[in-house]
């Protein structure tokens, strides 16, 4: 378990001691297998709450949201391609980008020539693994390096899913901070993605922690944070607080907060 590092340290400055601490953060939820809903998102809001106090919620499939429906939670265990020497050659356990977020379950043998349209790679970048996901059709996929895609030989492959993807919930979690006035800023960011450092890892530790500094203060403004699935945790947030909408003064959603390039808003 990491250890949280104090913003008081006398020996250390305290924009390095916060920044240490917020790497150590990424580092702890980097391994997590996020996606729009599912074990992933609780464990990494439980993590989150050894910092602030997230109320978490549970959203049924089938809740209606605006004109949308919270879909089916999908959860996934294991999924691999073997040869028939039974050699993982594209390894869900190796990286969790391999997978097609909410692909069905499916074990099966099958010959390269079917299997290829279930293989997706970037030709340009042949060294990386594209993130895919397939949330409102039910399909199946694999993502894998375009190397590694062109290295497969024909023959007969073992392609195995261990994915369930049916009743749970939809999770988000929310903190308000309450200040001087009911006018609120409201800061929220995506939660969904696996093993993407700044996309959206970097958010995700962002918020965290100025919401840590903010309950230090006494605001003017309210504040709200979101940690929610892109899009259908918009949707949902929204749907289930219309009456608190009219508060909002300001908003940012942060995402992409990791990289050398300048702030853009």
């Known amino acids: 378990m990491m250890q949280e590092s104090s913003p008081h340290d006398q020996h250390t400055p305290v924009s390095q001691t916060v920044g240490k601490a917020m790497m150590a953060f990424v580092e702890q939820l980097f391994p997590i297998c996020r996606s729009i809903t599912g074990n992933g998102v609780r464990r990494t809001l439980e993590i989150l709450q050894r ?5 978490v919620h549970e959203i049924p499939p089938g809740t209606k949201v605006l004109d949308w429906s919270v879909p089916r939670e999908w959860n996934i265990r294991d ?3 073997a040869r028939d ?3 993982r050659v594209v390894d869900f356990a190796a990286n969790n980008l391999h997978i097609v977020q909410y692909s069905r379950p499916i074990d099966t043998t099958m010959r390269l020539a079917e299997l290829r349209p279930h293989l997706h ?3 340009d970048q042949p060294d990386w693994i594209p993130y895919r996901t397939s949330y409102y059709a039910e399909n199946w996929g694999f ?3 375009h ?3 062109s290295n497969l030989t024909d023959g007969i492959y073992r392609v ?3 994915s369930d993807l049916g009743p749970g919930h939809l999770t988000y979690g929310e903190l308000l901070i309450p200040g001087e006035t009911k006018d609120t800023v409201l800061f929220s960011c995506h939660i969904c993605h696996p093993s993407l450092a700044n996309d959206n890892l970097s958010g995700i530790a962002v918020a965290t922690m100025l919401a840590r500094h903010i309950q230090t203060l006494r605001p003017r403004y309210s504040y709200r944070f979101l940690f929610i699935p892109g899009t259908i945790g918009s949707l949902t947030w929204l749907a289930r607080n219309e009456d608190k909408v009219g508060q909002i003064v300001h908003g940012l959603v ?4 990791g990289d050398a390039g300048g702030m853009t808003y």
């Open 51 to 55: 910092f602030i106090p997230l109320q």
């Open 79 to 81: 999924a691999y391609i």
């Open 85 to 87: 020497d039974g050699a």
């Open 121 to 123: 790679s970037l030709p």
């Open 143 to 145: 993502c894998l390096t």
């Open 147 to 149: 190397r590694q895609l």
């Open 160 to 162: 195995v899913i261990d």
């Open 254 to 257: 942060l995402s992409c907060l």
